[in-house]
């Protein structure tokens, strides 16, 4: 009579032969499509993780959406977030020290007067996020916002509509990278919010913040020495 092994015994046994089995997670990370995060932290934040041993996948997800994901645990991480977006989410928690400055910006085509008088000009359009208005709004509450909004879930698309005339206006959330198709039409902007941006985890991945701080901190230390 031959005699099953146990479910324990089971266990041990495939933890002995594939060891690398718990170590194999990918941590799965949204970004927005922002040229700044595309072309510059997306990779530092990938580097980072790497050097940790960590194993990462990167999603593209639109600003609300990500949020929500995140909270939700359906995500892992956000590549960059303006840190007081994150306030309402009790399940994520921000990286300290912040990675990057998150400017709101007015934007405005090359041939359109540029302040904070358009915002209140009951006959403009402005294109933007429907999160960052609301971000927008809470930082701002002197603002008087007469104009009318355009609200998308994409950020590419709204620098698109900007930059093939569709709308003279936008606000976005930008940091000190410039956005190729803006520079290239000479679109101007005025600063209307100075923030700060982090790089931030689901709350079960909290045991990893200060390691993964400490390694994006190098990362930026080592590219922006080659600058």
């Known amino acids: 009579m031959t005699t099953r092994p146990s479910f324990w015994v089971f ?26 995060v595309k072309s510059f932290y997306k990779e530092v934040v990938q580097e980072a993780y790497e050097r940790l041993g960590l194993r990462v996948q990167f999603v593209e997800v639109s600003g609300e959406r990500g949020l929500i994901l995140l909270n939700e645990g359906l995500l892992d991480a956000s590549t960059l977030r303006v840190e007081s977006v994150l306030a309402p989410y009790k399940n994520i928690i921000a990286v300290q020290p912040p990675i990057a400055e998150a400017n709101v910006n007015l934007y405005c085509r090359i041939q359109m007067i540029c302040n904070e008088n358009v ?8 294109v933007t996020t429907r999160r960052l208005i609301s971000v927008l709004m809470e930082a701002r509450s002197d603002l008087v916002i007469k104009a009318s909004t355009l609200r998308v879930e994409d950020l590419n698309r709204v620098i698109q509509l900007v930059s093939k005339g569709r709308y003279d206006y936008a ?8 956005i190729p198709a803006f520079t290239t039409q000479g679109v101007n902007h005025v600063n209307l919010v100075k923030g700060r941006a982090v790089h931030a985890l ?14 994006i901190q190098q990362v930026l230390k080592e590219r922006q020495s080659l600058q």
């Open 11 to 36: 266990i041990f046994t495939f933890f002995v032969i594939f060891p690398a089995s718990a170590s194999e997670r990918i941590y799965v990370i949204g970004y927005v499509s922002h040229p700044g």
């Open 202 to 215: 689901y709350k079960q991945h909290s045991a990893l913040a200060d390691a993964i701080s400490t390694s």
């Open 119 to 126: 915002l209140s000009d009951a006959t403009k359009t402005v």
């Open 171 to 178: 606000i976005i959330a930008s940091g000190t990278q410039e």
